[in-house]
């Protein structure tokens, strides 16, 4: 059921009663006022910016933000969301609010995932100013430390796109400790500093306490011990003055005799109200969030909402004539802690009894999960909590959805075997994607398969067999999984066809091609695809898509183009049905196999479109596999830093799983080792233990070729020659041409760099190499150059001069000094000092004498001036033409010739597009060297 829009702010906002009595005022917040002031007209000038508003509970947050919206010259387009403190938080929820405020209320809102409508729809709606003399955006998204995963996804999406917004974005949130891997702090870490600022609330001083007591009665001994007694909490403070006249005493000169703990004062206050109004506050707090009027009425007594003006008026609960909730969370807790057990259950009872009476599509399942915990009701939570899982994982939510299945576990006990079986699979499925594989996960697909077993359905023990095998796979421990992926193979082959004997048949399919049985696996696909299309209903869609992965995968591996069109189905098919781990392994395996063809250009665009759907869809394991595949991808663009800094960026992140930290491992050990660093001997080792732990081929091939690259620019042959024998004792064709090529030319660079004991490590034999490196390989080295050159490949083209010049080519000289100044641009410092080894360092040349104001053009990568590079990094920053026209003293005439330059140089067609590419490549905004002449690498070995 969805929520009900609030008017004015749920927490803080004005009460509904012109009696009510006056709130603390606001002290001491003049200074966080005009910052967020401040902040509005940096949004109207210069574009989006975020601010946190910080502090303990009470200290006044949202009270700052209410004073600060009530200041915004009318009309304001200020829009509210809200993240509430539910045991499972809603999927999207302070998204979802925004969304049905800006965009109105969609079908089916409460029951379906609109991915589309909560991202792109949002992005389009706030991408257009709001009418009116205010020309930005504010929203406010209250108690930011209860956020769900998504909405932190969410938050990430829009802050990536900051700088073209008209918005300001106020956030409050709690400055307590947050635990480890609390969706916050990914969010946080990622967004603009330039853009975010964050405002620390403080206590109020002696002083601001006493000037609150003013007016109350309380004399200036009783005003100290006011502030001794609360250090200034604002909350506490105000609810002391409100109930001083049960502390002070008959008369203002009575003693004071202010309770011992602020707790006590909260639960004295709440016991002056009469029984009625009490029954309806504990109504109220056993909800989570605010309640529509119309809901409260038909689960309260007649009784209790006739009290609801009372609350109001004694300002106990605030709202309009659509919501309630309490004044302040720390009220509302005080309220439930003193219910006792069987009075909190009976209250989540009378809640559930009318939202299951509700329409089956307006059900809030992630209320009803919530109710049903807090009511003990296990009937209820195995029944609602799967349904909700489902709901939050086809939002992405799968962390969301992991909880609301723990719950559904936690009541599983005594439960028929089908069903705590169900409960268990699909519970360390989703865990498994949300948090990794870990042992409960695999305890949990064990108990689930002995429970199907004991329930007699061999389908699904064989389809918990296949999950255990793809467990035991991201764990790195291929042995195990091979185990378990036979087993199940042979319990389902006795089986009638099914969805999860397709399934079993497509994993073991895969797991033939990861260790280079290529025909064996092509069989296996085509197996599984038969049963699949045998079973015909959506259930083998997985299975379907698994196989075509594969089959295009392998293909393409192989140096055929015809596999794309099998991975591009499989991409759709996923995308299709909702199968989120399917289309994350189809956007992987297609930027691999573009890249194995030298489309550097499309594997681009596939990483980026699959890093935004892996982060999209809370995978975070897949999207550091998937950033180390766009590490090597920067490493075959010639891009040496750029490679580094990325994959130290997956290296760095804790508790990454061994067969996800493969990628990057391998092109910082290449990248380290072309480059000159210390590191790439000891990452190149890391990365060998962890592939041979897993065991998977065609991990260890692209990983064997790598370790003869960094051997032999780290003149080490014992490695390069180890490898070079694993390579050529594998199956014939199970090497790919690409890899192949690779393989010889290193070995033909070790000749070329005097790399010892190499002359007699293997070749390959019999594998027809992409045209430049079979030139090489066949001692063709100056047409190889001038081959690798046409296609971008730079710096293979430099050794391969250096080779020409070692063949006492008349054109030596000029090869050596053409050579040496690629390897300086590229920061080639290891092929540099090979030179100087050798002897071979050319002589300086004379500097061409090239002068003028298009000098800052020849070093930029892009062929920007200094002009445009400055322009640039003032649309960085998300200043418009008009501002940028301002800081440089130029006309916006000058400044839009300038920003189009920039736009046509970058090969983008708008900000929008530009400030995506800044996010993705930062370096573009670095200074560096650059050859104007340099075609851009596309379709590069």
Known sequence: MPRE??????????????????????????????????????????????????????????????????????????????????????????????????????????????????????????????????????????????????????????????????????????????????????????????????????????????????????????????????????????????????????????????????????????????????????????????????????????????????ALARRLLLGADRALQFRHELLRLAVLERLPLVTRRALHRRWLDVLLALPEAEQPLDLIVHHARGADAGDLLLRHAPRAATLAAAFGAHREAAEHLAAAVEASAGAPPEVAADVLERWAYESSLAHGVDARALAARQDAARLWRQAGRLDKVGDNLAGLARMHRYLGQMSQAQTYVTQAVALLAAQPPSAAQAGALALQAQFLWLQGDVAASEAGCRQALQVAQAVGDVTSATSHSDALTTLGTARMLQGDAGGEPLLRESLALALRHGLHVQAARAYTNLAEGLMALGDLARADTVIAEGLAFDTAHDFGRWVDYLVGRQAQLRLAQERFTDALAIADGVLAQPDGQALMRLPALVARACAAARVGRTDAVPTMEEAVAAATTAGEVQELITLRVAQIEVAVLCGDPAPARQAAHWLAGLAPGAVGPRACGAWAFWLAVAEVAETPDLADAPKPDGQELPGPFAQATAGQMDEAARSFDAVGAQYFAAWARVAVARQRHPLAAGALRLADATFARLHANAARDTLRRLGLAPAPSAPAGRRGPYAAARQHAHGLTAREQQVLRLVAEGLDNAAIAERLHRSRRTVENHVSAVLGKLQVRNRLELVLRLQREPWVLRDGPADPDRPRPSTAF
């Open 5 to 310: 829009e609030v008017p004015a702010a749920r927490r803080g906002g004005p009460a509904g009663s012109a009696s009510t009595p006056q709130r603390l005022p606001l002290l001491e917040r003049a200074a966080a006022l005009a910052s967020l002031q401040a902040a509005w007209v940096d949004a109207q000038a210069h574009g989006g910016q975020i601010v946190f508003v910080a502090g303990e509970a009470g200290l006044g947050k949202s009270s700052l933000i209410q004073a600060f919206v009530a200041g915004l010259p009318a009309p304001a387009a200020v829009v509210f969301g809200w993240c509430d403190p539910m045991h499972t938080p809603r999927p999207l929820g302070p998204v979802r609010d925004v969304a049905r405020r800006l965009l109105g209320h969609a079908p089916g809102d409460a029951g379906m995932a609109d991915e589309a409508r909560h991202f792109d729809g949002l992005l389009q709606r706030l991408t257009r100013r709001p009418r009116g003399a205010n020309r930005v955006h504010v929203l406010v998204v209250e108690d930011l430390h209860w956020i769900d995963q998504r909405s932190a996804d969410w938050l990430q999406f829009i802050g990536r796109r900051l700088a073209l917004l008209p918005l300001l974005i106020v956030a409050s949130l709690r400055d307590d400790p947050r635990p480890p891997g609390h969706p916050l702090d990914a969010a946080l870490a990622v967004l603009p500093p330039a853009r975010c600022q964050r405002i620390a609330l403080q206590p109020l001083s002696a002083a601001a306490t006493a000037l609150a007591a003013v007016g109350t009665g309380l004399d200036a001994a009783a005003a100290a011990a006011l502030y001794r007694l609360t250090a200034g909490h604002p909350f506490f403070v105000q609810e002391l003055l409100q109930h001083r006249h049960a502390v002070v005493g008959a008369g203002s000169q009575a003693p004071l005799t202010l309770p011992h703990t602020l707790a006590d004062a909260l639960q004295a206050r709440l016991a002056d109200q009469p029984p009625a109004l009490r029954d309806l506050l504990a109504l109220v707090a056993s909800a989570p969030s605010a309640v529509a009027r119309r809901l409260l009425q038909q689960v309260a007594t007649r009784g209790e909402v006739a009290q609801v003006d009372e």
